[in-house]
């Protein structure tokens, strides 16, 4: 199998997997008991904190862990009882479809276009405040094209105003530097299964003083306002993921770029009229959506599949939907244009030899289509 769908999720990092297997098994304790099993599981889950947070720059006080992104996107947002939200129309669905249920209580919620590369614009944002603004949630990096947003140059604009500020960085956090006093949020997401780390376990940014209403009521976990037994094996994945993704995020960002530009320009050289979706100066290492006219992506996809070879068509909480995807619609794309697309996204154990397995079969599985096609077949 060569699997390149690494921004759906990733396999854990053979380092991590030792260091949280104890918690497992021999070190099984609940972090909240006084004996010594549970003071070791205290110990690693603060330890873990530290470690998000010299990542990210934080202090730990300021790192709670979740689930998931998606639990702490929905925490975020849902604790937004009146007034205005401001999100874009290309985010992850459970910031869309948390700002979907504030609507229905009575919250105003604008949804800001991005241009033909998936970016935001500063104006249009000063466009859409409102006196009663409340919270801004634009995410860091996209998950189905790779852009980058300018969170640090709207991050000064709200803080000047006082407005709260949010990014998901779901697909941004360990691999890309992401420093949160330089972005100037007052909330950041962020998934451990996104970086080599195991599902599970998400993370959750508050910067000190800002208050957010407890998500679980019972004990005394989290600070009090995310109660249950931590998922200790987890958060000791997560923080031993981070600082190893951090620590070789140069080097692997530049393995990541040579495996995007051999893809690209492989394919182009046998499919000359591919499209390239996304800001290609602004954004992620690894990742790359493409449009291949007159196939669809869900075609191609499943082609590779019968090769042993995993990418995708869109975002893997929406793949099996016969709908287009909202994020290349958003760009101005026809609906053909969108369903033509595939995302292929690189990671720590893709090589070179993989990749060029991938573009020879994308072209092969191409052109079978094509051929299907001229004998009246299905593409």
Known sequence: MIYADNAATTKISDSVFKKMLPFLREQYGN????YSLGIKAKFAVEQARQQVALAIRADPSEIMFTSGGSESNSWV?????????????????????SCYSLERKGIDVTYLPVDSKGRVSLESLKEAIRPDTKLVSIM???????TIQP???????????????????????????VVVKELKVDFLTASSH????????????????????????????????????????GIVAAGCAISESVTDMNAMADKLLAFVQATTSGIRAKIPG???????????????????????????????????????????CMSGKDKPSHVLMALGLTEQQAKSAIRISYGRYNNMDEVEI??????????????????????
């Open 358 to 379: 991938i573009v020879a079969s994308i072209c092969n599985a191409y052109d079978k289509i094509l051929a299907a096609k001229s004998k009246g077949g299905d593409s």
């Open 31 to 34: 972090a909240s008991s006084q």
């Open 77 to 97: 947002l849902s604790s937004v009882s009146n007034g205005h939200v401001i999100t874009s129309f290309i985010e992850h669905h459970s910031v869309l479809n």
């Open 274 to 316: 591919i499209i390239i979706n996304g800001d290609k100066n602004n954004r992620l290492p690894g990742l790359v959506n493409i449009i291949v006219d007159g196939v669809t992506g869900e075609s191609l996809v499943h082609l590779l599949d019968l090769k042993g070879i995993c990418v995708s068509t869109s975002s893997a």
């Open 140 to 146: 860091l990096a996209n998950n189905e094209i790779g």
């Open 194 to 233: 996104k970086f080599n780390g195991a599902k599970g376990t998400g993370i959750l940014y508050k910067r000190n003083g800002i208050l957010l209403p407890p998500l679980i009521f019972g004990g005394a976990q989290e600070c009090g306002v995310r109660a249950g037994t931590e998922n200790v094996a």
């Open 151 to 177: 969170i640090a140059e709207i991050g000064e604009y709200l803080r000047e105003r006082g407005i709260l500020f949010h990014t998901d960085a779901v697909q941004a956090v360990g691999h890309i530097p």
